[in-house]
């Protein structure tokens, strides 16, 4: 059980996208979403933020049905789920989305030491394949240099 820590991240959106900005947002959610999340059971692979009636909302992440509350309706798995933040902030994004062209993704969503639940999101631009492997072949040069550098210093 997960009081407070990480409990999904979106590992390829750092890939498919460069991330400018990073924001925390809190979420809206159902009690058993909540459970469910305790439990570390959440997916953000497919998830996206984007506007709807001047809100915005997380799309597409999947939390599983909490199997305790299935019996009472439970919720369903990937539904909008409201994001909080602040007004100047929410017209900051918009802006950003409509104007520049740009795709908010979530990053991680987590409890923070409070114990509420909290998503991080990035503000990015999508990454061409060139850039995917010139950020590829930058990682693994980094990886090689690091492994000389200490092989050179065990002689």
Do not use: C
Not at 19 to 31: D, K, M, Q, S
Not at 104 to 133: C, T
């Amino acid at each position: 059980m997960i009081s407070h820590g990480t409990v999904a991240q979106n590992r390829k959106a750092r890939h498919d996208y460069s991330i400018g900005e990073t924001l925390e947002a809190g979420l809206v959610l159902t009690g058993s979403e909540v459970k469910s999340l305790r439990l570390g059971r959440a997916t953000l692979n497919e998830a996206w933020a984007g506007e709807r009636d001047g809100e915005l909302y997380l799309f597409e992440a999947h939390i599983p049905e909490y199997a305790q509350a299935a019996k009472l309706g439970g919720h369903v798995a990937k539904r909008p789920r409201k994001l909080l933040l602040h007004r100047k902030e929410i017209n900051r994004l918009v802006a950003a989305i409509r104007r520049e062209g740009r795709t908010i993704v979530p990053l991680s969503i987590f409890f923070n030491a409070r114990g509420k639940a909290k998503v991080q999101l990035g503000v990015a631009e999508g990454r061409k394949k060139a850039d995917k492997r010139a950020a590829i072949k930058e990682r693994d040069w980094k990886r090689e240099k690091s492994r000389l550098m200490r092989a050179r210093q065990r002689e």
